[in-house]
């Protein structure tokens, strides 16, 4: 490119207008190439014109052609910062607009894994001719624990540690007082409800929060024996879990049924072998035996009958209970049940409902 008898002036002038035009990394190259290259460019040919300026207007050239040279230095380099600003745009834009890429899929959100055991325990007994009734939280003695035969001062009472309310009221502690309720607001026979909900006790460790999720069942109609007890709990615990799970009764004590039986269930991780399926060591989450327990039931007590105002001549019942954490933590293998309400999405997520 020739400088022809441009001044440095109208050079820098030039270099504007030019510069203005490029508009891609090409055209920058030779914009840079024509004015600072090293044997043809420009700023080269106006120093290499010093010799031809007459002596006493060298110094004045000297100096316009520096302000050239940092005016057009300065000026690529702005140019060039641009056009990389430029290009890491496009880029970027170029890899979010792949319109040829499949879509991205919102993720949907999952159940909870307590509200997925209780739909599930819910269904089970629904097939079965029960349904589903709920009671309030905040409770009053009577229902809580005197219509369950725990008479004041009885020592049962202190098996749970209970949140008192002012002016006398608690925190349930089990879901009983809903089948309380159940019985007194329907007093003729037959009944089959169950009772999800959440009770509170002041407990609180790895396996006990201080609110936690229980399942009750009652049933009550003429005739009605431990047989169908044993049957109802087999039919339910091999829904809930496998047909191959073994169930076993054990004598235990409530004060609201009689007799009382807490239920084991052979252990879903070591299938009741009581050894670790792959290496044959000790399982460690039924300690070796085996067997876990897994709800309370019973036959209930005539006296809670007579109470909620029906026959126990003519009628009997049986109740049980499980714990629908505990349920939950053995089907997802949780190991602390406060990560139950921690709300970490991430346990929420391996969650299938
Ligand atoms: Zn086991």
Not at 97 to 111: E, I, K, N, W
Not at 188 to 194: A, L, N, T, W, Y
Request: charged letters at 25%; a negative charge; proline letters at 6%.
């Amino acid at each position: 490119m020739s400088t022809g008898a441009a001044s440095p002036a109208e050079l820098a002038v030039r270099f504007e207008a030019e510069a203005a035009l490029v508009a891609d990394r090409a055209a920058f190259e030779q914009l840079r190439l024509a004015w600072t290259g090293r044997k043809k460019g420009i700023l080269r040919a106006m120093l290499a014109g010093m010799k031809e300026v007459a002596p006493q207007n060298r110094r004045e050239y000297g100096q316009a052609v520096h302000q050239l040279k940092v005016a057009v230095e300065g000026g690529l380099e702005a140019l060039g910062e641009r056009l990389s600003a430029q290009e890491k745009a496009d880029a970027r834009q170029a890899a979010t607009l792949d319109v040829t890429l499949p879509g991205r899929r919102p993720r949907l959100g999952s159940l909870h894994p307590v509200t997925v055991v209780n739909r599930d325990i819910e269904a089970i007994f629904a097939e079965m001719g029960y349904s589903v009734a709920e009671g309030p939280e905040v409770e009053n003695d009577y229902h809580n624990f005197e219509a369950l035969n725990f008479p004041r001062d009885h020592p049962a009472r202190d098996t749970q540690d209970t949140f008192f309310v002012e002016g006398g009221a608690l925190l349930r502690t089990h879901t009983s007082p809903v089948q309380i309720r159940t019985m007194l607001a329907r007093a003729e026979p037959p009944i089959r409800i169950i009772c999800p909900g959440r009770v509170y006790r002041n407990d609180n460790d790895l396996r006990h929060s201080p609110m936690f999720h229980q399942i009750e069942g009652l049933a009550i109609g003429e005739g009605l024996t431990v047989g169908d007890l044993k049957g109802t709990l087999e039919t339910f615990i091999q829904r809930l879990f496998s047909a191959d799970t073994g169930v076993r009764l054990r004598p235990s004590f409530f004060p609201f049924t009689e007799p009382s039986a807490e239920v084991d269930i052979t252990c879903p991780f070591c299938a009741g072998s009581g050894e670790s399926l792959d290496g044959g060591e000790p399982c460690g989450v039924c300690s070796a035996t085996g067997w876990m327990e897994i709800l309370g039931s019973g036959m209930v007590d005539p006296r809670v009958l007579a109470e909620c105002g029906i026959d126990p001549e003519i009628y009997t019942g049986f109740a049980f209970g499980l714990g629908v954490d505990r349920v939950a933590m053995i089907r997802y293998g949780i190991p602390n049940i406060r990560m139950l309400f921690d709300n970490d999405e991430r346990l929420l997520r391996q969650v299938q409902s």
